[in-house]
Structure formats: C-alpha cells, structure tokens
C-alpha cells in the first residue's frame, strides 16, 4: 500500500534535508555551512523553514553552543540512513568528473602524518580537483569508528588496531620504529634492543590513542618495563622536548625521519626488533564505499602514499 504523503513531501526539498543533515551532525549554523560551502544567512533560512515544517526548534541554544531537541535527536539515524540510500540511488552511477567537482571532504588522521602526507595529497587533489577542500582534524583511535558512523568523516588515516573488520579499510605502509634523542644529552648505541629501551627515560604519543602501547607490550612480553616521565597528545612536540631532556622518544620511522629532518641536532638510532611495527591504513564507512567522491579522494591518497612511502 502506498502511504507516501506527496503533497507534504513536495513541500520539502533535498537540498533541506542536506542542510539538516549537517546541522544535526555538526549542531552548528556556522560549521554547517563552512561545511557545505553555503553563507550562514542561508542556512539560517532553511533551518527556520524546517522549523515551521516540522513544528519544531530543532536546535535551540545551551550554554555557549547549541543542542539538540529530542525531535531532531530522533532524526539523526533515519535521515543519515535516507540521505545514503538516496546517494546510492542516484549518484553511485552518476559520472564523475574531478575537475567540475565543488565540495569539501572531512578526513581525520594523527597531526605529524598531516605534516608528513598532506602535501602531496593536496597538490595532487589542487591539479585535479582545485574545486575539493579537505578538512582534517586528529583524533584517537577509539573515537574514530564513532565518527565514521555518524558522518562526521568520511575516511580516517592511522593505526587502528581496534576497529571493527566490518569497516573498509586500505593498507598505506608499514612503518618500523626509531629511537629519536639528542646526542648532547644522551649517549646510546649505534642499535637498541629491548633491554636497551628499558634502561632510558621515554617521552610517549601513541597513534592509537592509548597509554599502553606496542612498545610496552613488547617490552613486558620479554619480562621488561619502561620508564615514560611524560605522555604527550602532539607528536609535533616532541623535538623541542628530547632537545630539553636525555631521554628518547620512539617513533615510526617515516614519523621519525620527518622530525629529525627539520631539527638536525636529533639523531635517530634503530631498534632491533622486527615485530615493532604498525600498519598506516585508511578506513571508511561500508556506505561510502561506493561513493564517487570519496572514492576519489581515497585513490589519491593511496596513491600519494605509496609515491612517499614506496607501499
């Protein structure tokens, strides 16, 4: 049986639910339109129409932001479920032409591979899409397939060791780890092995967001701890700090490479161990596996990576 209201439905259009989409995700007048490339005039205008149509405020203000009324907390699931399928429905065969794209893709990945991958990606998309803007932002591992999830990002970049295997995911490199020090302020050999690692203070960032990372388990593994004065959340940190203290901060090595390359007085020294080691990967939502767009912008950081990283 047909229930499809089409009178009231005609008075709704795609473009609306787009912006109520966004301001249910982001609960932000001025970041949705930043994020659909819109001026907050207009998305005040749709947001006030939806308002009337559905006979609710939707957002309302609390404290120094905005929250969200239980009508429009109801809503988030089934309008990012409609929006997809609508997606799939009609864009997913759609031809796709780079360089007549306009719009902005939202990635999450860990500050210092920004630093280390973002270049090269961004000159790529700005020779082949100069009408694509990327918008990044870092977060733990933990609060990525939340994100995901919930449309905030499209895709992710990091060591997610965690996730779900339901996610899509596409390896980048692998990446062993380096001991990064300064030599006027510490002495170490020309290679460290595990028993050599638990002798130094350390200083620690863990791309998966936690405290107790591969180091320490392979450590304990062999009966052996360290000593960590200090767990940092920038790994972009770090030089000025091994610059201020004899202790050493073991990082990826391409991680490694790029800070010492711009602070030539540290100095990077190897770890004899072949199992420390983790595996760079790019994950996605199953939904936007099939998304012209994102797939786009997953090719070229693919291939990015693999022209930095020789994956």
């Not at 009337?52 to 988030?76: C, F, I, K, N, W």
Request: proline share 5%; aromatic share 4%; glycine share 6%.
């Amino acid at each position: 049986m047909d229930n499809i209201n089409s009178v009231r439905l005609r008075r709704l259009d795609l473009n609306a639910l787009v912006v109520l989409h966004s301001l249910l995700q982001t609960g932000s007048v001025s970041l949705s339109a930043e994020r659909l490339c819109l001026g907050q005039p207009a998305v005040s205008h749709v947001l006030k129409h939806l308002r009337s149509e559905l006979g609710d405020e939707l957002l309302y203000r609390h404290g120094r932001g905005m929250a969200l009324t239980p009508l429009a907390q109801s809503l988030r699931q089934p309008l990012q479920a409609w929006l997809a399928e609508a997606q799939r429905l009609f864009l997913s065969t759609a031809a796709f032409d780079p360089a007549a794209a306009i719009a902005t893709v939202q990635l999450a990945m860990p500050d210092l591979l920004e630093a280390v991958l973002l270049p090269n990606v961004l000159r790529s998309l700005h020779g082949q899409a100069p009408g694509l803007n990327l918008s990044i932002e870092a977060m733990a591992a933990r609060q990525v397939e939340a994100a995901l999830e919930d449309g905030r990002i499209g895709c992710a970049i990091g060591y997610f060791p965690g996730l779900s295997t339901r996610l899509p995911r596409q390896a980048l490199f692998r990446s062993r780890f380096i001991a990064l020090y300064h030599p006027a302020l510490l002495t170490l050999p020309e290679r460290l092995g595990l028993a050599d690692l638990a002798e130094v203070v350390h200083l620690h960032t863990s791309y998966a967001g936690d405290g107790d990372g591969l180091i320490e388990r392979g450590l304990r593994a062999h009966g052996l701890a360290r000593r960590v004065v200090a767990r940092g959340a920038s790994l972009l940190a770090m030089p000025e700090l091994l610059e201020s203290m004899a202790a050493v901060a073991v990082l990826p090595d391409a991680m490694a490479a790029y800070l010492s390359q711009r602070h030539p007085a540290l100095r990077q020294v190897a770890i004899d161990e072949p199992d420390l080691h983790i595996d760079i990967e790019m994950v996605w939502h199953p939904r936007l596996s099939g998304d012209l767009l994102q797939g786009f912008v997953r090719t070229v950081i693919t291939e990015e990576a693999a022209h930095l990283f020789g994956a």
